[in-house]
């Protein structure tokens, strides 16, 4: 198990749990569920924001959010 705001650039991830219930509700009305795909596709420096891609769409959280996240890495193999 990891936490979102340590995945690589470009890696995917299943979401397992939100530990935080009111970020866990706001990204449940995002399409964030347990078990969604999502992938890593921008880094702000200093702790700053991350994009991911859910679904066909691109979503920023906050770097502290992504810590409140567990995740299980998916290959990126073919």
Do not use: W
């Not at 995917?12 to 970020?23: F, N, P, T, V």
Request: aromatic share 6%; proline share 5%; charged share 25%.
């Amino acid at each position: 198990m990891q936490i979102l705001s340590k995945l690589p650039l470009f890696k995917s991830a299943e979401i397992c749990k939100i530990h935080d219930q009111d970020l866990e509700q706001r990204l449940l009305e995002m399409g964030c569920t347990p078990g969604e795909k999502i992938t890593v596709v921008r880094r702000a420096p200093f702790k700053g924001p991350i994009a991911i891609m859910v679904s066909s769409y691109m979503l920023s959280i906050r770097y502290d959010d992504a810590c409140n996240i567990d995740i299980k890495v998916i290959n990126n193999e073919g």
